[in-house]
């Protein structure tokens, strides 16, 4: 079968569209899935460079994402990419992405992009035959991901004012769709305000280009001194201090990555004194897997899409999300 692949870490020239990657079998509790379309998340940049404590195998098949034919059957189904053992305590607890032998398909098992996958039972959801099949392939890591930071970690209000660094990258569109969803009031940022205008289109309310303002500052002027309840942070080292210093009193700040570096610092005083909650946030549950997945099969949180590239521009595919240039998500079609 084809599968976009890399044998070694390295720049976009180490993927290698293969065909004769063999047909995986299903074993007990498992299904297959006949691929039609994949999407690929920053994660599948990480992975191609490498990242540390992370092996792969050689023709290690690469993406998280995708919609498919379940092998034997009519049915389209979405995959949910976190991989859980469903006996330790955590699995116990129903909170599959804090097990402790969570694994990520594409990063820690074999990825998504390729003509046939295997998943555990648990991992699909059946959705409707009309369902836009770029959208159902780019829906489920970063709505899952967006879903539990807004609704299960920071638990925002239609009352409250969120800010989203870094509008553009699908967990951030998501997290905007979510959050206007909830009713709250949302502040986007980017450098970018041919991004800002399209994210006023999907109805954020205040927009700033942190290339050309100071997004603390400005979010205080523009709030009475204020700032916002909620922050939205997957940026990371760049964005962290921008973050906290837009942060009002009793704020919480979710964070659910760091794709422009780890290290952040923080004065522990002004934690207490304005008494913020830093939550973390990885994936979703099993319940939430099922909550997002009812969000598609009403068409709801559909994401935007970006562009749609064959299989066979894989490398294109890759090169479009590294350039940053996109606005929501790229999409690889893997069957028709
Ligand atoms: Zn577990």
Same mark, same amino acid.
């Given at each position: 079968m084809?599968?976009?692949?890399?044998?070694?870490?390295?720049?976009?020239?180490?993927?290698?569209?293969?065909?004769?990657?063999?047909?995986?079998e299903?074993g007990?509790?498992?299904?297959?899935?006949?691929?039609?379309?994949?999407?690929?998340?920053?994660? @599948?940049?990480?992975v191609? /460079?490498?990242?540390?404590?992370?092996?792969?195998?050689?023709? &290690?098949?690469?993406?998280?994402?995708?919609?498919?034919?379940?092998?034997?059957?009519?049915?389209?189904?979405?995959?949910?990419?976190?991989?859980?053992?469903?006996?330790?305590?955590y699995?116990?607890?129903?909170?599959?992405?804090?097990?402790?032998?969570?694994?990520?398909?594409?990063?820690?098992? $074999?990825?998504?992009?390729?003509?046939?996958?295997?998943?555990?039972?648990?991992?699909?959801?059946?959705?409707?035959?009309?369902?836009?099949?770029?959208?159902?392939?780019?829906?489920?890591?970063?709505?899952?991901?967006?879903?539990?930071?807004?609704?299960?970690?920071?638990?925002?209000?239609?009352?409250?004012?969120?800010?989203?660094?870094?509008?553009?990258?699908g967990?951030?569109?998501?997290?905007?769709?979510?959050?206007k969803?909830?009713?709250?009031?949302?502040?986007?940022?980017?450098?970018?305000?041919?991004?800002?205008?399209?994210?006023?289109?999907?109805?954020?309310?205040?927009?700033?280009?942190? /290339?050309?303002?100071?997004?603390?500052?400005?979010?205080?002027?523009?709030?009475?001194?204020?700032?916002? @309840?909620?922050?939205?942070?997957?940026?990371?080292?760049?964005?962290?201090?921008?973050?906290?210093?837009?942060?009002?009193?009793?704020?919480?700040?979710?964070?659910?990555?760091?794709?422009s570096?780890?290290?952040?610092?923080?004065?522990?005083?002004?934690?207490?004194?304005?008494? &913020?909650?830093?939550?973390?946030?990885?994936?979703?549950? @099993?319940?939430?897997?099922?909550?997002?997945?009812?969000?598609?099969?009403?068409?709801?949180?559909?994401? $935007?899409?970006?562009?749609?590239?064959?299989?066979?521009?894989?490398?294109?595919?890759?090169?479009?999300?590294?350039?940053?240039?996109?606005?929501?998500?790229?999409?690889?079609?893997?069957?028709?």
């Open positions: 084809r599968a976009l692949t890399i044998s070694a870490h390295g720049g976009l020239d180490r993927l290698e569209l293969r065909d004769d990657m063999p047909i995986p299903a007990p509790g498992e299904v297959r899935v006949r691929v039609l379309a994949a999407a690929l998340n920053h994660l @599948d940049l990480f191609l /460079r490498g990242l540390p404590g992370v092996t792969i195998t050689p023709r &290690w098949v690469v993406g998280a994402d995708a919609v498919g034919i379940l092998d034997g059957t009519d049915d389209l189904v979405v995959v949910n990419p976190g991989l859980s053992d469903g006996t330790c305590e699995c116990r607890r129903g909170e599959q992405s804090l097990c402790v032998n969570f694994r990520l398909m594409g990063e820690h098992a $074999p990825g998504t992009i390729a003509e046939y996958i295997v998943v555990p039972e648990r991992n699909v959801a059946r959705i409707p035959r009309q369902t836009p099949i770029p959208e159902a392939a780019a829906f489920t890591l970063t709505t899952l991901t967006a879903w539990r930071m807004l609704v299960t970690r920071a638990k925002i209000r239609p009352d409250e004012q969120i800010l989203i660094q870094g509008i553009g990258g967990v951030a569109l998501s997290a905007l769709q979510i959050a969803q909830v009713g709250a009031r949302v502040w986007v940022t980017s450098s970018s305000d041919e991004k800002l205008a399209r994210a006023r289109e999907l109805g954020a309310d205040e927009t700033i280009n942190y /290339r050309t303002t100071d997004v603390a500052r400005e979010i205080r002027a523009r709030t009475g001194k204020r700032g916002v @309840d909620v922050v939205v942070d997957s940026v990371g080292e760049a964005t962290w201090s921008s973050s906290l210093g837009a942060l009002g009193k009793f704020g919480r700040l979710v964070t659910c990555g760091a794709t570096g780890p290290t952040v610092t923080m004065d522990a005083r002004r934690l207490f004194w304005n008494q &913020w909650t830093i939550l973390g946030s990885t994936m979703g549950n @099993d319940a939430e897997f099922a909550m997002v997945t009812n969000e598609l099969c009403e068409q709801r949180l559909m994401p $935007p899409i970006d562009s749609v590239f064959d299989i066979s521009q894989g490398r294109e595919a890759f090169a479009r999300l590294e350039s940053g240039a996109q606005f929501g998500k790229v999409v690889v079609r893997v069957a028709t």
